[in-house]
């Protein structure tokens, strides 16, 4: 469904970013891709979302095709008509809307308008905590509650392909493992494909078909999360199961000085 | 007393007009970020159409009207389509240099066509006045008020309830997260120069009914400005309030010290406010607050 081969990126002309990642994500399937902080997961995320050239990245070489068709050229927005939307990391919101609002706003890219009521109570069915704060101003929203609501968000476009970055970033363990459960009941009800990006690598390939390994702007593994979990480079890496690795600290996220410019 | 309630509703009629052409400039700004000068060519040259349909061509008043409002969203269009819209990644402050090179050319223009000379439209909104408990009333001027009111109350209906107000506040918080929410930002910021463009052309008929039509007529437009500023540049609300309290300072500060300081008082009454905004409080009175969880 989704077919990224040899895929580089640039920043800013100069930074070469993504070395020649080459990926694919079969239709309904849930794929991991782990990494530690600046592997270069985020980029490749924004390299299918388009959302790379509102930070002066390019895609300098390879291919980014979705059911065949070459997409990097295409603006965020007719990305996400076309069935592909990003869940960003840190869970933005639009802070001066409701959560209804918000999750209206995810409606956008839909030409026929008229099933958003059902549309709605679809993904207060998934989240009913979102249905308690739909007139609630997202600003003062815990971070659980920002996280539930983006996905809902994303889910209103009706995508094929999510692209979920760090869900799990800075949440509560018992609201990691709700989350989770959610996107897997996603991923079945609504045959959505999802690409999660995480450092949580125990939980991601808990619940997800086959995963890949990102370093330096390289895949350096690949296999059924099954057998990623066996591995062990992966359990001393990313698991914390050595017996000298000190768990990830979660929260170490480096956070880009993009340059100041307005939209891009 | 009367005196006072005099200037007092004088004050709040005219600031109902600056309020409709400081929400032009908010309605830019909301969505694009950039602070917009051209407003105030657009405003005379709304001005100038009209008087051109009305009085050169002697159409109805609302053919006038309509045709007014389709040209110069037509001159919003093309503006950003042809000015604003290449500058996109590049700086704001680039932006608005190039929003005060289009007043400036605009400008050229407007005072060719006018020639040193003063246009005044053939009245066509109620004429006279009444009297209100000792209070002169203009008609013109409260038909004026009351049309921005009904345009406030349009604006606020369209950015609450329908869909593409809502896109153009998702957009004006935050333009990345509202492309990646699939909203086609770059419609939006042209939308919302076509609206601003109509709003600031009404705005400048009902200015012009009052002032004719004249060189300084483009300077409302910093008015305008000073009106969004004051308001806090981000908010509907604000402007409506501020536009109101300038005109409030300007009719009180030149109904009470015209008379001992000979006149003038007005426009200076409008800059040393803007001073102050700068000075106080750089955010305006109802800027955004940023929201922090704690
Ligand atoms: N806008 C940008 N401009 C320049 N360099 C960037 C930009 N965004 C990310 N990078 C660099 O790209 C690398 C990968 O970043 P990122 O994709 O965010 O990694 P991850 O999501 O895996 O933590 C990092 O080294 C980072 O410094
Ligand atoms: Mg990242």
Known sequence: ?264 | MVDFMQFAINGILVGGLYALVGVSIVLVFKATQVVSLAHGQLLAFGALFFWIFLDQLNFPVWVALLGTISLAALMGFITERFTIRPLIGESLFTAFLMTFSVFMFLDGFFQLYLSGQSRAYSPFLPEGTFNLSGVIISKGLLSSFTIAMLIFAALFAFFKFTRTGLQMRATSENHILAQSAGIGVKKVFTLIWIISSAVVAIGGIACANVMDIHYPLPYIGIKGLIVAMFGGLESIGGALLAGILLGLIENLSSGYLDGPLGGGVKDAAAYVILLLILIVKPYGLFGLKKIERI
Do not use: C
């Not at chain 1, 530690?36 to 070489?61: F, M, P, R, W, Y």
């Open chain 1, 1 to 264: 469904m989704l077919n990224i081969e040899n895929v580089e990126v640039i920043y800013s002309d100069v930074i070469l970013v993504l070395k020649g990642v080459s990926l694919n994500v079969p239709a309904g399937k849930i794929i991991s891709l782990l990494g530690a902080n600046g592997a270069g997961k985020t980029t490749t995320l924004k390299a299918i979302s388009g959302l790379l050239h509102t930070e002066l990245g390019q895609v300098t070489d390879g291919s980014i095709t979705f059911d065949g068709k070459p997409i990097h050229k295409l603006g965020p927005e007719e990305i996400v008509r076309k069935g592909i939307v990003q869940v960003l990391e840190g869970r933005p919101t639009f802070e001066q809307l409701t959560t209804e609002e918000n999750l209206l706003v995810g409606a956008s890219s839909l030409k026929d308008k008229s099933n958003i009521k059902s549309d709605l109570d679809r993904i207060y069915g998934y989240f009913p905590r979102l249905k308690e704060l739909r007139k609630r101003i997202s600003g003062y929203l815990s971070g659980g509650e920002k996280q539930m609501q983006v996905i809902g968000r994303a889910l209103m476009a009706h995508p094929q392909l999510m692209l979920l970055d760090e869900p799990s970033l800075g949440l509560s363990p018992l609201m990691v493992d709700q989350i989770f459960e959610i996107i897997e009941t996603i991923n079945v009800n609504e045959k959505t494909s999802m690409l999660l990006v995480e450092q949580n690598a125990m939980v991601a390939l808990s619940i997800s078909h086959h995963g890949f390994v990102m370093e330096n702007g390289r895949i350096v593994m690949e296999d059924t999360s099954v057998s990623l979990m066996q591995n062990e480079d992966i359990k001393e890496f990313y698991l914390g199961l050595s017996s000298g690795g000190a768990r990830k600290n979660y929260r170490d996220v480096k956070h880009y000085r993009r340059r100041k410019r307005w939209l891009a």
